[in-house]
């Protein structure tokens, strides 16, 4: 079986099984043992199965194309001549500078809906960066299943929810809700690979919004506590104000190109034979440009309507390269690219939209780890390199500074939190931050790349945290410390899971996943900042935050672990959290190690994931499509190259450091006061400590707008439509009362009458049945007289006569 | 006198003259009243049936009296017996009657002890 038909079916069954989980859960869920016991069971094997099934695909992929070294310079592509699936149209020669596209497979399941040139449809597009995604998502999902299985296990009883205070005092108590967690976990796995094995922006959009509300219903998990149900609401608008933006995206490539695919696509043509219908990125990336950039013949003619309607039908092609020339239609790439970005900032927590990431710390730690951390939040940055070839300069520039902005806003804000998931939320918010200023910068490995070993050291980091509030029974880092000697898995763990975060490593010798990752996005940074002086700001952003990250983490490890006990009371009660809930730390605390590393042979996730590199982005670019600007999208090998390496693996390396001292120095050393660097910065601290005000300015900017809104419109409906609603009751209640009193005495009275008349004549005529035999033969006899007298007196005359 | 007597008792006057159809007549009615008379005052349910067949016999004397040859028209061609045929037809069904009323009685008595038949009155509204 060749790997075009294989994958797709591996793939498709590794997709498929957690939904199967979902629906027998969802159906069967409480019957499955005691409270729902074996729910868990049910979720995880499935998931592991897609993991097994996922790992094969992988290993299928290795042997075909296996990951080597990538050849940097003018011979792209050489590497991977013989080896294509997708060949149609992509075997012409371009040259002595000849640009393959990826190595990628696609093709439809099941269409959906088609008119004419549209079409919806339920596809595949698997390169390797699907694959590695689908590993990566299956794999953390089983630890998180696993580890949830542990986690959970108060819900598997009845549960008394200390946060929710009834109206009488007490506290509630509710069922447990064990299977549901599950169901929910499953539903999500499912929804998050089909992100990730779409063929078309519309797949995408549909899995996007379940995985929405999947992460709606789990950040609702405890939906009787107000705050949580504020948060999966939170999050779920914040999301809706993203995809808005998506939409639009979505509307201007339906509306101008008149496909979703990401690929090519063998359609049948009018004469029975299949022909190649271009998807969106052999349309934007031609191949007889080279695959570079250029503004869509559809998008030229959608924005030069006018001209076209001018124009005689057969001239139209001829003059497309002149409207081109002009400028038309290149806005309207960028809308597409920057609307489709709005989505992934919305799911990615990307300024402005991030807010709703720490609010969504009130579901389960397990859901933390794995949605809003690992996976979910990484579909967006996913999206954004999976949709690169479509983005124009100007587009990454826009994710360059958003991205720039999150990480910076989201890191200073960790730096004074007290809640242990919120500092961890805040890093992920920063985190994913990086990702997209790299993908902005044209670091397309080094976004995914930093995807890939974010997702594994911040699960740890949530499971861990997790484990340590399932241990303390609360949040807050001020009651903990001390806690490396009670909990020495989990603090060892963390502090793997810190060290790979910060990019821990010895400079050009060996490190921790991270420092592969965040090295890269710092050289592409720099690469971007020399190449384009007017934006170095992006550089000094990542070199801050790399900083920023490294203090707040190891603020966070000395705080929990280090010194002594700051609250007895829970340094009591801790201890070690189960065995179920350790393996799956210790798993991920190796890979956060690991999965940045290259093999001898040149097997590694970079490696890897060069072979999906989008065509035409391989070497340095000059653009500046709809600003008139030019901007130097740099080449990402140049970064591993020369003083640019070397610059900023020190740069990352002296950060990094100075922020774990200036940690240790607070937190660990007590040299320097926390409280007096607190009170001399004061008024920077409270902002800080407020989040920058975020949430109170979009209090005071949308919700307390949409409140007078609302009361607006509830006093026109108090006011004016019910006072006329209850006037026409009020009329009609009139008129139903005269209606009643004539059918109640009229006609009723009526029946009434008839019918007590006829009773009581009956009860008269009764009395004459006395059953006496000679009385009744007095009447007859009395009746006959009288009969006879009545005869003669009627019948007088003709008697007479 | 006879005369006025006559006029102040309607049937006075028959006494005094020859045996006619009229004469018959008040046999029959005189028969009938009694017989009326007995059903509506004998509490006992034999003394009823006996009332009965006095009403019964009242009438069978009026039929037979309206069959007198006297009374048939001139020229008619009738055999002139249509009264004593009805006549035997009542007392035929006067036996009938008196079978299936005594039959009555026979288990009236064995239900309730007594032939008195105003003790019959089970059936009283």
Known sequence: MDLASQLPQLLGLAWLLPLASFVLILFFGPRMGPHGRNAAWVATAAIVTSLVLSLVAFVSWLGVHPAVAAHHGGDHGAAHAGDHADAAGHDADHGSHAVQPPVAYSGDWYTLYEAGRLKLSIGWYIDSLTILMFVVVTFIATCIHVYASGYMHDELHEVTDHEVHLTDGSHLHRPGRFPRFFQALSLFCFSMMGILIAGNLAMVFIFWELVGICSWFLIGFYYERKSASNAANKAFLFNRVGDFGMLIGLMALWGALGTLHFADSQVPGPDGQPVSRPGLFSLVRPAETGHALRVPDGMVKFAAAEKVAKTAPGDVAGKVDAWRAEGFGKWLLFIAGVGIFCGCAGKSAQFPLFVWLPDAMEGPTPVSALVHSATMVAAGVYLVGRFFPVLTPDVLLVIAYIGAITLFIAATIALVANDIKRVLAYSTVSQLGYMMLALGVGGWVAGLFHLVTHAFFKSLLFLCSGSVIHACHTNDMRKMGGLAKVMPYTAGTMLVGCLAIIGAGIPFVIGLSGYYSKDSILAQALSFSQANPRHSILFLAVAGGAFLTAFYMFRLWFMTFAGTPRDHHVAEHAHESPQVMVMPLLVLAVLAVVAGWTLPGGFGIANLLEQSRPAGTTETVQGGFAFGQTLTVPAEYLSHEGTIHVTATMTAFATALGGVLLAAAMYLWRVISPAAIATIFRPVFIFLANRWYFDELYHALFVVPAHRLAAVASGIDQGLIDPFINGLAWTARQVAGIDAWIDRTLVDGLGHATASATWSAGLELKKLQTGSLRQYVMFIAAGTVALFVLASIVFRSSLAG | ?125
């Not at chain 2, 009229?22 to 007995?38: E, M, P, R």
């Open chain 2, 1 to 125: 006198m006879n005369i006025v007597v006559a006029s102040a008792v309607p049937l006075l006057g028959l006494i005094t003259e020859p045996v006619s159809v009229a004469h018959y007549l008040v046999v029959g009615a005189i028969l009938f009243v009694s017989g009326v008379v007995c059903m509506a005052m004998k509490r006992n349910a034999l003394g009823v049936l006996m009332g009965i067949e006095l009403v019964l016999n009242g009438a069978n004397v009026n039929f037979v009296a309206f069959a007198s040859p006297y009374l048939q028209g001139e020229g008619s061609r009738s055999l002139g017996l249509d009264g004593q045929v009805i006549a035997l037809f009542v007392i035929l069904l006067a036996a009938a009657e008196a079978a299936v009323a005594l039959a009555i009685t026979l288990n009236f008595y064995n239900n309730h002890a007594t032939v008195d038949v105003d003790r019959a009155d089970d059936l009283k509204g």
